[in-house]
Every structure is written in structure tokens, then in C-alpha cells.
């Protein structure tokens, strides 16, 4: 008896305990779940709620963008370059040295006499160096050349970023073009719904043909159809937009049509000498004209200065280390004519970048002047379609009300309904356009 009471109160016991540990392990696995949704729910309200505008898309179009990354390499190359022409100027300090074994040690014979003058084996070591003092300009133009090159690399990659600026402004005006072609379609979709609806409801009380109810359907398939290509060049319009920020293609964000660009702001006609291509450009042409100056430096001599010691380890001669000084001339007397071709062939260079810069000044000018007329259209057609919006809303009103009291057609209706649509979308197309227009004006001055 007293066994078992002894064993129903360790089995009581251990339940107490048990069910102790189990309270703690739900606290304790509530407490993490609570904390976990504290920390996480602002990051998922981020993730939802995060709004990029113009500006920020810009900001990381210069930080990431794949094609900026990869061509931010080659001013660092033409700059190594350009280090490397100045080392012309620069004494240039050789060392050499080693161990020589011979068969036989070199002898001298004197009369009848003769005689070893070094030994067998030996060591030696040179250590010279030299210095070029004068080559009539030939070394400084290949400087000047390298420096032109190396100033002209930073602005290409300055007028890339400014290609890559207008390519995310593009890309991020088709996306919000997209989204409000996507809501006008949503709306049109909507409507077109409403009115198979009436349709229906005046066919059953035989107010009505069946075809106003069939050519209601078909209307709506038509809408739902648009849905569908606006969806299509939403997603599109992302994965653009994605690859020019270097984001991944899977990053959804809200867009601020917050506009960047304001016409009182543009930089005026004489901004487009500023640009970045056209000062690469004009770089191009100086360190054309440097090399022709290098290719008629080679009709000259070069004077240098040379110093010198060299040992020998030598016990058959009293001087084992020899010091020198030489202040020298040298001068190609015929190479086969290359002189001349390199001079001929630096003439021809310097004259095909002089045309390529005015080319290149006649279509920034040309740029700029489409740019500003596309601008000044586009905030006239944006005018003309605001005006034209709300009459097309007046007209489908008026056109849906003449067909509930059966005065007017169905197909009145539909045309009002396609009318609205399609001034709803140039309006969008107009508003974006212009900001995209006046983004090529700051791009064709280099100030995007």
C-alpha cells in the first residue's frame, strides 16, 4: 500500500515537472515568434512600401550599372599608359651580373712569351645607367600624347555615364508610362464590364438586338486583351529598368512620378561645347597632333649621358672595377623608309579626328535642337490631352446615358469608351515623353 502510494506521487511529481518545462517552452518559442514579427515587419513594410524616384535610379545606374562597372577599367589603363611615357624623361638604371666558366682562360702572346690576361672562371657585375637629355620634342609629344589620351579616356567614360543617365530615364518613364497605360486599360476593362451588363439587362427585356450584348463581349475581350499587352510591357519595362541599376530582375518597386526635369532649367545652346564627347573628342585631335610631332622627331638625333661600372673578377689585372662617363649621340641614317610612313600615317590620323570632332559638334548641335522641339511638342500634345480628357469623359457619359434611355447605340457607347482610353494614354505618353525630351537636352549639353 504505501508502495504505491510512494509511486502515484513521483508519478504526479514528474507529470508537475514536465508540464513546468512544456510552459517554458511555449513562453519561451512565443516570446521568439513576437520578436521575430517586431524585427521583420519593418523590413517586409520597406520591401512593399519602398518608392524609388528619378533621382535615386540615377544614383545607383552610377554605382552598379554592369556597363559602367566594366568600362570604369580603361581610364585606369590609358592612365598606367600615360605613367609609362613619362618614364622617358626619367634615367633609366640597369643591373646585370653573373658567373662565366671557361675551357681555357684567355691568353695573350707577346714575341715568344705567353700569357694568361684573366682567369679561367670568373664573376662579374655591370650596374649602368642613362639618362636621355635632348631629342628635339620627339619624347615630349609622346608625353603630351599619353596625357591627351588619358584626359580624353575620363571623358568617354564621362559621356558613357551620361548615355547610361538617358537610358535609365527612358527605361524609368516606360515603366510608369506602362503602369498608367495598365490602370487606363484596368478602367477601360471596367467599364466595358458595366456596359455588357446593360447590355444584357435591355436584351432581356428585349429593349435590345442581341448583337449590342455580342459586340459588348467582343469589346471586352478587346479590353481584356490591352490588359495583357500593358501587363506584358510592365514587366518588360522592369527587367529594363532592373538591368540598367544592376539590380536583380526579380526587385518590384514603386516608381515616383515626382517629375525630375523642369523646362526653366535647361541648360541653354552654348552648355553643348561642354560636353563630355566633345571634349574627348577635342582630346583625340591634340594627341593626334602630338604624334605627328613624335614622327618628325625621328628625323632627328637624340643626345644622352651615360655612366657606367663594370666588374670583373679578374686577378691577372690590377683594375678589376672599371668607372665611365659618356655624353653620346645617336641617329637612324636610313630605316627603309618607316620614318616617313609613320609621319604620313600620324598626318592622315590627325586629319580624320579633326573631321570626326566636327561631326561630332554638328550632332550634338543637331541633338540639342531635336531635343528642345520634341520637349516643346510633347508639353503641347500634354496641354491639348488634358482638355481632350475630361471632354471624353463628358462624351461617355453622355453617351451611356442616351443608350440606358435607348436613344443611342451600342455602338456610340463603345467608341466613347475606346475614345477615353485612347486620350487617357496620349496624355500619359505626352506627360512622360516631355520628361524624356528635356532628359535628352541635358544630355546633349553633358549636364543629365
Not at 609613320?342 to 579633326?354: D, I, P, Y
Not at 482638355?387 to 457607347?413: C, F, H, K
Request: some cysteine.
Amino acid at each position: 500500500m504505501s508502495n504505491c502510494v510512494i509511486c502515484w506521487l513521483n508519478c504526479a511529481k514528474e507529470m508537475l515537472r514536465m508540464r513546468c518545462k512544456y510552459q517554458k517552452c511555449s513562453l519561451l518559442l512565443l516570446s521568439l515568434t513576437v520578436i521575430c514579427a517586431v524585427l521583420l515587419s519593418p523590413m517586409r513594410s520597406m520591401a512593399q512600401g519602398e518608392v524609388l524616384t528619378l533621382e535615386a535610379c540615377l544614383d545607383l545606374a552610377q554605382k552598379h550599372n554592369p556597363t559602367l562597372q566594366a568600362s570604369a577599367a580603361i581610364p585606369r589603363q590609358v592612365q598606367a599608359q600615360e605613367r609609362i611615357a613619362d618614364s622617358l624623361l626619367l634615367p633609366h638604371v640597369d643591373v646585370e651580373g653573373g658567373y662565366t666558366l671557361q675551357p681555357e682562360a684567355q691568353q695573350v702572346v707577346m714575341g715568344e712569351i705567353t700569357t694568361a690576361t684573366q682567369q679561367r672562371d670568373y664573376s662579374h657585375l655591370s650596374l649602368s645607367a642613362k639618362q636621355l637629355l635632348y631629342d628635339f620634342g620627339r619624347s615630349k609629344a609622346q608625353i603630351s600624347a599619353a596625357a591627351a589620351n588619358s584626359r580624353s579616356a575620363r571623358l568617354n567614360y564621362a559621356a558613357l555615364e551620361q548615355d547610361i543617365f538617358l537610358r535609365t530615364v527612358v527605361a524609368y518613364y516606360r515603366v510608369l508610362t506602362a503602369e498608367h497605360l495598365l490602370v487606363a486599360a484596368d478602367d477601360e476593362a471596367e467599364q466595358m464590364a458595366d456596359h455588357l451588363k446593360v447590355a444584357r439587362a435591355l436584351y432581356a427585356a428585349g429593349s435590345v438586338t442581341r448583337n449590342d450584348v455580342l459586340q459588348a463581349q467582343v469589346r471586352l475581350a478587346n479590353s481584356k486583351e490591352q490588359q495583357l499587352v500593358a501587363k506584358g510591357e510592365l514587366d518588360n519595362g522592369r527587367l529594363q529598368l532592373n538591368y540598367l541599376l544592376g539590380r536583380s530582375t526579380t526587385q518590384c518597386c514603386q516608381l515616383s512620378d515626382k517629375p525630375l526635369f523642369e523646362i526653366d532649367s535647361l541648360p541653354s545652346f552654348t552648355d553643348v561645347a561642354a560636353r563630355p564627347q566633345l571634349l574627348a573628342q577635342k582630346e583625340q585631335v591634340v594627341a593626334a597632333q602630338q604624334r605627328v610631332l613624335q614622327a618628325r622627331g625621328e628625323f632627328w638625333p637624340q643626345v644622352y649621358a651615360h655612366l657606367g661600372a663594370d666588374y670583373v673578377d679578374n686577378s691577372k689585372v690590377k683594375e678589376q672595377t672599371i668607372y665611365s662617363a659618356t655624353l653620346g649621340l645617336r641617329m637612324n641614317i636610313y630605316d627603309g623608309a618607316a620614318n616617313r610612313s609613320k609621319l604620313s600615317a600620324a598626318s592622315h590620323e590627325l586629319s580624320r579626328q579633326r573631321l570626326l570632332l566636327k561631326d561630332a559638334t554638328e550632332q550634338a548641335q543637331r541633338d540639342y535642337r531635336s531635343a528642345c522641339n520634341d520637349a516643346k511638342v510633347a508639353a503641347q500634345r500634354r496641354e491639348v490631352a488634358q482638355i481632350a480628357i475630361d471632354q471624353a469623359q463628358e462624351n461617355l457619359r453622355i453617351n451611356r446615358s442616351r443608350y440606358q434611355e435607348q436613344v443611342g447605340t451600342a455602338t456610340e457607347v463603345v467608341d466613347a469608351q475606346t475614345l477615353l482610353t485612347k486620350t487617357r494614354s496620349e496624355f500619359y505618353r505626352a506627360q512622360f515623353d516631355y520628361q524624356v525630351a528635356i532628359a535628352r537636352v541635358c544630355r546633349a549639353a553633358g549636364t543629365l
